[in-house]
């Protein structure tokens, strides 16, 4: 079990970094099906801020994984995550989503 308490699990091949997630996928996958959503991705990364030198070293651009993108009945694309745990990392990088790309992360 990790430091917060997700279990790590799989479905079908495909794995997940915890339950709530893969009920949300498998939620998720069913309003596509009723093509009540479409587009459904997982995983989707959006660069916060480019590589950079620092100390003579290269660090690695900064990234959000989104768990899902999909576009809902409107067309409007929603960036999801399954969250559980709000670590300030997480608190960061979705203030950094608003910001930089304008778009607000809706939490399950």
């Not at 479409?38 to 950079?52: K, N």
């Amino acid at each position: 079990m990790s430091k917060y308490r997700n279990v790590p699990c799989e479905l079908d091949g495909e794995k997940y970094r915890s339950k709530k997630e893969m009920a949300r996928h498998a939620q998720l996958k069913l309003l596509q099906r009723a093509k009540q959503i479409s587009e459904l991705q997982r995983e989707v990364p959006f660069v916060l801020a480019d590589a950079v030198h620092i100390g003579g070293r290269k660090r690695p651009a900064l990234r959000y994984f989104a768990d899902f993108v999909y576009l809902d009945a409107n067309g409007a694309r929603v960036v999801e995550d399954a969250k559980g745990m709000r670590t300030e990392g997480y608190r960061i990088k979705r203030h950094l989503m608003a910001t930089i790309h304008q778009i607000e992360i809706l939490e399950t």
